[in-house]
C-alpha cells in the first residue's frame, strides 16, 4: 500500500476576479514525513496556492488534507491538521505576552486554560523559548519571533507545517538556529523559499511553480539547476 498523501492536490485551478489565470490544473501530493520545497518566481502562484490548502481562497479541483476534503463545513478541522507559519512573525504575534500569544489557538479550540497553558508551554520548550514566556513578543529578535510563532503553530498539534518564506527576516545565524529547530519537528513540512541553501539543507525534494503550475520536481538541487534557480 502507498502511504496515503497529508496533502492531495488535484486539478486546481483559480483566477482572481480581475481575470489573473493564478493557478491553472496543480497536481501536488505531500507524504507523511516529507519536507518539500516550493521554488519559483513571484507571481508565479506559491502563496495562491498555500491560501488553497487551508480554505482561504477556494477554486476548481480537489484538495483534501489527512483525507478530509477543504470545505467551508471542514475548515474548522483543516486548520487544526495544517499549520501556517506566516512570512512576517507581526502578523502572526498580537497578544500581550508570549504564553497568552502561544496559548490562544488551543483556547480557541475551547481547550480549559491550564491545559492550554501546558500547551502552550511545552511548545515553547520545544523551540526554545521557554525562558521568554512573560515577554512582550515585539521586544524580540525576528529570529525569536519567528520560533515563537511556530510555538504557536506547533501548540496546535498539526500534522502539517507550511512555512511561508521563513528566513526573510533572520540573520545568518538567525537562519541557522531556524535550520537546527526545522530539523527536530517530525510533522511533513511545505516550504516555500527563495533560499535555495535553506531548501537543500531541509527538504527532500522540491516543486517549482511557473505561471501558475508546477513545471518541474525532483530534488532541490535537479530542480534549482533544471530551472536555473540559484
Ligand atoms: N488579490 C489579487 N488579485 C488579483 N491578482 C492577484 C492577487 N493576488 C495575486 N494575484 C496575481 O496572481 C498571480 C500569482 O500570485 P501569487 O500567488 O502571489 O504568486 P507568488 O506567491 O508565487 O509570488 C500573479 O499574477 C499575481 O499578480
Ligand atoms: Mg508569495
Not at 497536481?27 to 513571484?42: H, I, Q, R, S, T
Not at 511545505?190 to 541553501?197: A, P
Request: glycine share 10%; proline share 7%.
Amino acid at each position: 500500500m502507498p502511504k496515503s498523501s497529508l496533502i492531495r492536490v488535484r486539478n486546481l485551478r483559480f483566477r482572481y476576479p480581475d481575470g489573473t489565470q493564478a493557478l491553472d490544473g496543480v497536481a501536488f501530493d505531500l507524504l507523511p514525513g516529507e519536507c518539500v520545497a516550493v521554488l519559483g518566481p513571484n507571481g508565479s502562484g506559491k502563496t495562491t496556492f498555500l491560501m488553497h490548502l487551508n480554505g482561504l481562497l477556494s477554486g476548481e479541483g480537489e484538495i483534501s488534507i489527512c483525507g478530509i476534503p477543504v470545505q467551508k463545513n471542514t475548515l474548522p478541522e483543516i486548520r487544526q491538521k495544517i499549520g501556517f507559519v506566516f512570512q512576517n512573525s507581526d502578523d502572526q504575534l498580537f497578544m500581550p505576552t508570549v504564553l497568552d500569544d502561544v496559548a490562544f489557538g488551543p483556547l480557541n479550540l475551547g481547550m480549559a486554560p491550564e491545559q492550554a497553558s501546558d500547551r502552550a508551554r511545552r511548545a515553547l520548550e520545544q523551540v526554545g523559548m521557554q525562558h521568554a514566556q512573560g515577554k512582550a513578543p515585539y521586544h524580540l529578535s525576528a529570529g525569536q519571533k519567528k520560533r515563537v510563532a511556530i510555538a504557536g503553530v506547533l501548540a496546535m498539534e498539526p500534522a502539517i507545517l507550511v512555512l511561508d518564506e521563513p528566513t526573510t527576516f533572520l540573520d545568518p545565524p538567525g537562519r541557522r538556529a531556524l535550520l537546527e529547530l526545522l530539523k527536530t519537528l517530525p510533522q511533513a513540512k511545505l516550504l516555500v523559499t527563495h533560499d535555495v541553501g535553506f531548501a537543500m539543507d531541509l527538504a527532500d525534494r522540491a516543486v517549482f511553480f511557473d505561471q501558475g503550475n508546477i513545471t518541474a520536481t525532483g530534488t532541490v538541487e535537479h530542480v534549482a539547476e533544471k530551472c536555473g534557480w540559484r
